[in-house]
Structures are given as C-alpha cells and as structure tokens.
C-alpha cells in the first residue's frame, strides 16, 4: 500500500507546516515510520523516523525544530515543522520501513505521493 503525504505548501522563513501521512491497519503500531525529503537535483536525504515502540530520530539539521508523532487510532503519521529554513524546501514523503526498528531495510513498495514544502526567505 502505498502512503500519501499532505499538509505541504509555501511558507515564509521561522514558519510551520504539519505534514500528515495516511497508513491503514497496524502499520503504525508494527513497522518503524520515516520522513525524507528530496530537493531538486539532491539525493534523497533522512529526515525523521518513528520506530514501533515510539523511539524517535531525526537528522541533525532538523534536531530541535521538528517533531515526528503517530496516532494510532487515526492510522495517521505526523511531522511538525518548525522554524523552517529556506533550506527544509523539497518534497517530503513518508515510508515504511520492513521491520519494528528503522534499522532494518526501507519498504520503498510504500512510496506514494510526496507533498512538496516551500520556504521562502
């Protein structure tokens, strides 16, 4: 199945985004969760993950401006921005990862559409 992000859109630097990305069953609950962006011309870069018992990571450049959070009851993926930087703009999507732990293999089958963030300055 694949999973679709949401809540991108243009904002001006020292703003904020939510992005939500939509799962369904006990994919939240069984399977570590990502977020990774892609900016033009950039390789694929981590962002944010969520492994099963709720342990969360982030890249160092969003270190202390986003947040990731799940709600299992709504099947729903979260990454709260902000303070966002001209640099955050690229298209953000989510993923699952093939285990419990987000150190086990990408299940890329899982990429859908992506929602694109803009930062102005």
């Known amino acids: 199945v694949q999973l679709q992000a949401s809540g991108g859109g243009l904002v001006q630097a020292g703003g904020s985004l939510r992005l939500s990305c939509a799962t369904s069953g006990r994919t939240l609950n069984t399977y570590g969760m990502g977020w990774f962006r892609q900016a033009p011309g950039k390789e694929r870069e981590f962002v944010s993950a969520i492994s099963w018992n709720s342990i969360t990571y982030y890249a160092n450049s969003v270190k202390g401006r986003f947040t990731i959070s799940r709600d299992i009851a709504k099947n729903t993926l979260y990454l709260q921005m902000n303070s966002l930087k001209p640099e955050d703009t690229a298209m953000y999507y989510c993923?699952?990862?093939?285990?419990?732990?987000?150190?086990?293999?990408?299940?890329?089958?899982?990429r859908g559409r992506g929602t694109q963030v803009t930062v102005s300055s």
């Open positions: 993923l699952k990862y093939r285990g419990a732990s987000i150190f086990t293999p990408l299940d890329y089958s899982t």
